[in-house]
């Protein structure tokens, strides 16, 4: 029983799934055959000026019929424009902006006649907007503004608004202006004028504002009788001296314009300057300065003392090395300097003097100079060979020598402290000699001491000796002779 209702159950799900797939191939075959018909719209969205005439644009939008998504451009189509289901034409008010819906419906009885079909019906969008500008009407070309102290933002916008107005033809327009007036400063300045409506239309004019003033700066001379004093080649503080003040900017002093002055001649001369406020106006005012001279030039020397070697070639010294610099208010002039000396080639103390005259003041500076020698002085020495108690003067067996010095042997000193003249012995006597520059030689003389012996002993002495080698000599000869004579007697034989 089972088997068998398993079998009537696969049986039933075969013929279902057979039947369903016939039913599906029927339904493709069935829209592969027949066409799709449909509507293309364009110019959905309409601009409308507002105020203009609705039946100007109502015809605009249009529809074209489709089969299988290709145009029929032979269709003869027409349109229901009323509208239907909240939008309809009559509610679209073009002298009011905003946006309107309203429905469209296309139909095509004559050609094709699809019936109603894909996008038959579309939803047009019509816009009325503002596009006109505001006219601004600007009353005087130009106006004016009194200059003021401080600026004064508040009072040229109303002075500009009272000189203009704006009327737009459906909504209201904000005016705003461009400009760049200062009211401390005098000048005709651009006004640019910019009114917009609700609906950003805008549009622009230009007149000008001219800010003007009648007061003129103030120059005040702090100097008695307008005559200024300086001296020669100074710097110029004449700002210390002259004040400028305006009305309205107060001290204006650092708006002073100075000309070149001319502090190299001495003298009187006259000079213009000027100042301008702010606003432009301009004052000027002329006073003299007077060129003097009090400054004493100065002479500035590398040192104040200088050393040098008593045998410098006095000729090729160049003088002006020493000179570190020469000041004054004028520019120096090295023909004015004067340079004179009392050098000469000798151990000593001189000067060299410097002199600079300006035309007017006088400067000197004095150099001292000292010459020396740099070498020590020469010493030549014999050694000295002497008996036990025997004495001599040293000074004898020295001489000393020193170009530099002329009474160099008058420094000589022998110190012979350590020498024992009564004992045999070798000893050293120091010699010591120092020139007027300072410069010093010393050198050691050798001091031999020999021992004291008797006249008669030492004759006797040399006597004997000089007998010894006689005896001796004879016998060598006397030696030598009989053996040549010895010799001569076996050669013979």
């Known amino acids: 029983m089972t088997r068998y209702f398993w079998k009537i159950i696969n049986k039933t799900f075969i013929l279902s799934f057979i039947t369903l797939f016939f039913i599906v191939l029927g339904i493709k075959i069935h829209i592969y055959a027949s066409p799709i018909w449909s509507y293309e719209w364009e110019n959905t969205v309409i601009r409308i000026p507002v105020g203009d005439e609705l039946s100007k644009y109502e015809t605009i939008p249009v529809a074209y019929l489709c089969k299988d998504n290709k145009r029929l451009n032979d269709a003869k189509i027409?349109?229901?424009?009323?509208?239907?289901?909240?939008?309809?034409?009559?509610?679209?008010?073009?002298?009011?902006?905003?946006?309107?819906?309203?429905?469209?419906?296309?139909?095509e009885y004559d050609n094709y006649s699809p019936g109603t079909c894909i996008n038959y019906k579309c939803l047009i969008t019509f816009i009325v907007e503002d596009l006109i500008p505001p006219k601004?009407?600007?009353?005087?070309?130009?106006?004016?503004?009194?200059?003021?102290?401080?600026?004064?933002?508040?009072?040229?916008?109303?002075?500009?608004?009272?000189?203009?107005?704006?009327?737009?033809?459906?909504?209201?327009?904000?005016?705003?202006?461009?400009?760049?007036?200062?009211?401390?400063?005098?000048?005709?300045?651009?006004?640019?004028?910019?009114?917009?409506?609700?609906?950003?239309?805008?549009?622009?004019?230009?007149?000008?504002?001219?800010?003007?003033?009648?007061?003129?700066?103030?120059?005040?001379?702090?100097?008695?009788?307008?005559?200024?004093?300086y001296n020669r080649n100074s710097d110029v503080d004449i700002k210390s001296y002259i004040v400028a003040t305006d009305e309205i900017d107060g001290d204006i002093s650092n708006n002073i314009i100075y000309p070149e002055f001319d502090l190299t001649t001495i003298g009187t001369k006259e000079y213009q300057?000027?100042?301008?406020?702010?606003?432009?106006?301009?004052?000027?005012?002329?006073?003299?300065?007077?060129?003097?001279?009090?400054?004493?030039?100065?002479?500035?020397?590398?040192?104040s003392t200088l050393t040098l070697s008593y045998d410098t070639d006095i000729n090729n010294l160049n003088f002006f090395n020493y000179i570190l610099k020469i000041e004054d208010d004028s520019e120096i002039n090295y023909d004015n300097l004067v340079i004179s000396h009392n050098l000469v080639n000798k151990v000593g103390l001189y000067y060299i003097s410097y002199d600079y005259d300006d035309g007017i003041n006088y400067a000197n500076a004095v150099l001292d100079v000292r010459l020396i020698s740099y070498k020590s002085?020469?010493?030549?020495?014999?050694?000295?060979?002497?008996?036990?108690?025997?004495?001599?003067?040293?000074?004898?067996?020295v001489d000393v020598y020193d170009p530099s010095d002329s009474n160099i042997e008058e420094s000589l000193v022998i110190d012979d402290s350590?020498?024992?003249?009564?004992?045999?012995?070798?000893?050293?006597?120091?010699?010591?000699?120092?020139?007027?520059?300072?410069?010093?030689?010393?050198?050691?003389?050798?001091?031999?001491?020999?021992?004291?012996?008797?006249?008669?002993?030492?004759?006797?002495?040399?006597?004997?000796?000089?007998?010894?080698?006689?005896?001796?000599?004879?016998?060598?000869?006397?030696?030598?002779?009989?053996?040549?004579?010895?010799?001569?007697?076996?050669?013979?034989?």
């Open 136 to 229: 601004i009407t600007v009353l005087a070309d130009n106006i004016y503004f009194k200059r003021k102290k401080l600026q004064d933002s508040l009072s040229i916008n109303d002075r500009l608004l009272s000189n203009v107005t704006a009327v737009d033809n459906y909504s209201y327009a904000s005016i705003t202006f461009n400009h760049n007036i200062d009211l401390t400063k005098n000048g005709k300045y651009p006004v640019f004028v910019y009114a917009v409506d609700k609906y950003g239309n805008a549009s622009e004019d230009k007149f000008y504002a001219t800010v003007y003033d009648e007061n003129y700066p103030v120059i005040t001379i702090n100097y008695s009788n307008d005559i200024i004093k």
């Open 418 to 493: 350590d020498v024992d003249y009564e004992n045999e012995g070798i000893y050293y006597a120091t010699i010591y000699a120092i020139n007027t520059s300072g410069m010093s030689k010393t050198e050691k003389m050798k001091i031999t001491i020999n021992k004291k012996y008797n006249t008669t002993v030492i004759i006797l002495i040399i006597v004997s000796v000089f007998l010894f080698l006689v005896v001796l000599t004879l016998g060598v000869i006397a030696y030598l002779y009989l053996k040549k004579e010895k010799k001569l007697k076996k050669q013979t034989k």
């Open 78 to 107: 027409s349109y229901q424009r009323s509208g239907d289901w909240l939008y309809f034409l009559k509610d679209v008010d073009t002298n009011k902006v905003g946006t309107y819906y309203v429905w469209y419906k296309a139909y």
């Open 273 to 303: 300057i000027s100042v301008t406020n702010s606003g432009g106006n301009t004052t000027t005012k002329t006073f003299r300065i007077e060129v003097v001279d009090d400054i004493a030039p100065s002479i500035t020397l590398t040192s």
């Open 377 to 397: 002085p020469e010493i030549k020495y014999e050694d000295v060979t002497l008996y036990e108690g025997e004495r001599t003067s040293l000074y004898g067996y």
